[in-house]
């Protein structure tokens, strides 16, 4: 500085070019994923019903900087059906890991299958996020360097703003001391001197705040490779677990339609009862079962005795065939086809199997003694075959429009019963209880089976069905009274229901002389324990 007086156009001049420069800035933001308001409700929704991501932000917040906006975008960028993510100039220089740390998972191979699963479901996209924890933490530990680079940056960014702010401070400052008398607009010398020194100021800052920036660029480039590895595998995991978690509450019998409307906390401790336990090793064989007995709902025919297998020849006119029917909008044919029908030689569609009467109630009797905690093949259990062969006759009375009733039994003075009646929902928590339950101690035939005759007698009395299916399964072989099986066989004569009866890992159940036998109007056994497909046929003619 010469110390000499300055005009104040001079001196606008100079400092012009950091005059505004601040409020020119472009808006930075801090989420790197573009989300609407609804997007942000959702988001906040999620977050405050959710205690596991609250403590999954805590802990990273005691290590890392600005990890809930990163948990915010990895929500997002799982949850919207469109996710785009910002420029990388758009960003605030703080938060450069975290667009680095989504732009990976969202660019990796694996993410868009994440995204199937995840879509539009805000308790899916939270679990995501919990599967990719770890994941998170690694990313953010190959970022340490980067993201203090970053946080450099950022300060070096609000310095430089800082000072272009004071320029103009200081080129107002001058302004109002300017002596106007001249025509010119004279400065004294120290407002101009002030202005001078604010512009050289400014020149510093600027200048370190691009090198703050480059560093911070070279430092995200030096951690990218691990980050984009880590990425790639946390997207693969997170898939996996939300899939699995998806196939367990299908197995389950609980649908997409039932998870979307279930509230979070409800659904997020049906999830974890499920998990837990003696459930989750159930889900596989629950689920193969529940295919299966669709399957074979499929494959039934329709107002036909059984399972179609052919043709033959009768006069059953429900069951001609259309070829034959069609003799009969000839004039010159109806006289053969009247006497091809007085002589039973009409083509018939022929079938076999038993005829799927039943009208009333199904009424599973489920067998819960010790004995049935034992493992087989594949360490499934007796009981776990059982319950999934009840849960499938669920299913199976539900699409009939029939009532079903669960009824646990072992000893004599030991049975629960579950009703689950066809004109109301299937609540999950009742088919769990069911699905829990264990009774223990011996086995009682009569306990169980008087129940079920009394609810089918109920059933009769005040609806006036008859017809219902009790299926009896049980891996054990228990006798009954004869003056019991005579009121027995009233029982069934005058409510016309059958009884149907699987033996489990029990050989001596079936045998010609055993009470089983004697009780069961269609008995089938199970050795293999792994082979769901040894009661599909009970699933065609129930």
């Given at each position: 500085m010469d110390g000499t007086p300055s005009k104040l156009d001079e001196l606008a001049s100079r400092a012009g070019k950091w005059v505004g420069l601040s409020d020119a800035a472009p808006e930075r933001h801090t989420g790197a994923v573009v989300a609407d308001r609804f997007d942000r409700i959702t988001w906040r929704d999620t977050y405050e019903q959710s205690a596991a991501l609250r403590d999954l932000a805590k802990e990273l917040n005691q290590r890392h900087d600005h990890t809930t906006d990163l948990l915010t975008d990895a929500f997002l960028a799982a949850y919207k059906v469109g996710p785009r993510l910002r420029e990388h100039a758009e960003m605030d220089p703080s938060r450069l890991v975290n667009h680095q740390v989504i732009t990976a998972l969202t660019e990796s191979p694996e993410f868009a299958e994440l995204h199937r699963e995840t879509a539009g479901d805000p308790y899916a996209a939270a679990m995501a996020v919990l599967a990719q924890a770890a994941a998170l933490r690694r990313m953010l530990d190959y970022s340490r360097q980067a993201q203090q680079q970053a946080e450099q940056a950022k300060k070096a960014q609000q310095d430089a703003e800082g000072a272009a702010t004071a320029v103009g401070e200081a080129l107002q400052q001058a302004a109002d001391k300017a002596d106007w008398s001249d025509g010119v607009g004279t400065v004294p010398s120290p407002a101009a001197d002030a202005v001078q020194q604010a512009a050289e100021a400014?020149?510093?800052?600027?200048?370190?705040?691009?090198?703050?920036?480059?560093?911070?660029?070279?430092?995200?480039?030096?951690?990218?490779?691990?980050?984009?590895?880590?990425?790639?595998?946390?997207?693969?995991?997170?898939?996996?677990?939300?899939?699995?978690?998806?196939?367990?509450?299908?197995?389950?019998?609980?649908?997409?339609?039932?998870?979307?409307?279930?509230?979070?906390?409800?659904?997020?401790?049906?999830?974890?009862?499920?998990?837990?336990?003696?459930?989750?090793?159930?889900?596989?064989?629950?689920?193969?079962?529940?295919?299966?007995?669709?399957?074979?709902?499929?494959?039934?025919?329709?107002?036909?005795?059984?399972?179609?297998?052919?043709?033959?020849?009768?006069?059953?006119?429900?069951?001609?065939?259309?070829?034959?029917?069609?003799?009969?909008?000839?004039?010159?044919?109806?006289?053969?086809?009247?006497?091809?029908?007085?002589?039973?030689?009409?083509?018939?569609?022929?079938?076999?199997?038993?005829?799927?009467?039943?009208?009333?109630?199904?009424?599973?009797?489920?067998?819960?003694?010790?004995?049935?905690?034992?493992a087989g093949p594949g360490g499934i259990t007796r009981e776990a075959w059982a319950k999934a062969c009840?849960?499938?006759?669920?299913?199976?009375?539900?699409?009939?429009?029939?009532?079903?009733?669960?009824?646990?039994?072992?000893?004599?003075?030991?049975?629960?019963?579950?009703?689950?009646?066809?004109?109301?929902?299937?609540?999950?928590?009742?088919?769990?209880?069911?699905?829990?339950?264990?009774?223990?101690?011996?086995?009682?035939?009569?306990?169980?089976?008087?129940?079920?005759?009394?609810?089918?007698?109920?059933?009769?009395?005040d609806a006036a069905r008859m017809r219902g299916d009790i299926v009896m399964i049980t891996d054990d072989d228990c006798r009954v009274t004869e003056d019991w099986m005579r009121g027995w066989n009233d029982a069934k004569h005058r409510l016309g229901f059958r009884v149907f009866g699987v033996a489990i890992g029990a050989p001596r159940a079936t045998e010609a002389d055993s009470a089983l036998q004697a009780l069961c109007d269609n008995l089938r056994s199970v050795e293999d324990l792994t082979d769901v497909h040894a009661a599909a046929d009970l699933f065609r003619v129930i």
């Amino acid at each position: 500085m010469d110390g000499t007086p300055s005009k104040l156009d001079e001196l606008a001049s100079r400092a012009g070019k950091w005059v505004g420069l601040s409020d020119a800035a472009p808006e930075r933001h801090t989420g790197a994923v573009v989300a609407d308001r609804f997007d942000r409700i959702t988001w906040r929704d999620t977050y405050e019903q959710s205690a596991a991501l609250r403590d999954l932000a805590k802990e990273l917040n005691q290590r890392h900087d600005h990890t809930t906006d990163l948990l915010t975008d990895a929500f997002l960028a799982a949850y919207k059906v469109g996710p785009r993510l910002r420029e990388h100039a758009e960003m605030d220089p703080s938060r450069l890991v975290n667009h680095q740390v989504i732009t990976a998972l969202t660019e990796s191979p694996e993410f868009a299958e994440l995204h199937r699963e995840t879509a539009g479901d805000p308790y899916a996209a939270a679990m995501a996020v919990l599967a990719q924890a770890a994941a998170l933490r690694r990313m953010l530990d190959y970022s340490r360097q980067a993201q203090q680079q970053a946080e450099q940056a950022k300060k070096a960014q609000q310095d430089a703003e800082g000072a272009a702010t004071a320029v103009g401070e200081a080129l107002q400052q001058a302004a109002d001391k300017a002596d106007w008398s001249d025509g010119v607009g004279t400065v004294p010398s120290p407002a101009a001197d002030a202005v001078q020194q604010a512009a050289e100021a400014a020149e510093t800052a600027a200048a370190a705040a691009q090198q703050a920036s480059q560093n911070a660029e070279r430092a995200l480039a030096a951690a990218t490779p691990g980050v984009r590895a880590t990425a790639r595998n946390a997207a693969a995991k997170a898939a996996e677990a939300v899939r699995q978690e998806t196939e367990l509450m299908r197995a389950w019998g609980v649908g997409p339609g039932e998870l979307e409307r279930m509230p979070f906390d409800q659904r997020a401790r049906l999830s974890e009862r499920l998990r837990g336990g003696r459930l989750a090793q159930w889900a596989e064989l629950i689920g193969r079962f529940r295919q299966m007995a669709g399957g074979e709902r499929a494959r039934k025919v329709e107002n036909a005795t059984g399972e179609l297998v052919g043709v033959t020849l009768g006069n059953d006119l429900s069951r001609v065939v259309p070829s034959e029917l069609a003799n009969l909008g000839l004039p010159e044919l109806r006289a053969v086809f009247a006497v091809r029908y007085a002589a039973g030689e009409l083509m018939l569609y022929d079938s076999q199997g038993e005829q799927n009467t039943g009208r009333g109630a199904v009424i599973a009797c489920v067998d819960t003694s010790h004995s049935m905690y034992e493992a087989g093949p594949g360490g499934i259990t007796r009981e776990a075959w059982a319950k999934a062969c009840a849960l499938a006759l669920l299913d199976q009375a539900r699409h009939a429009g029939r009532d079903f009733v669960g009824i646990l039994f072992s000893a004599a003075d030991k049975l629960q019963v579950f009703r689950f009646p066809a004109g109301r929902p299937t609540g999950i928590d009742q088919v769990l209880d069911f699905a829990e339950t264990f009774l223990g101690g011996g086995t009682s035939y009569q306990t169980p089976l008087s129940a079920a005759g009394e609810l089918l007698e109920e059933e009769f009395n005040d609806a006036a069905r008859m017809r219902g299916d009790i299926v009896m399964i049980t891996d054990d072989d228990c006798r009954v009274t004869e003056d019991w099986m005579r009121g027995w066989n009233d029982a069934k004569h005058r409510l016309g229901f059958r009884v149907f009866g699987v033996a489990i890992g029990a050989p001596r159940a079936t045998e010609a002389d055993s009470a089983l036998q004697a009780l069961c109007d269609n008995l089938r056994s199970v050795e293999d324990l792994t082979d769901v497909h040894a009661a599909a046929d009970l699933f065609r003619v129930i």
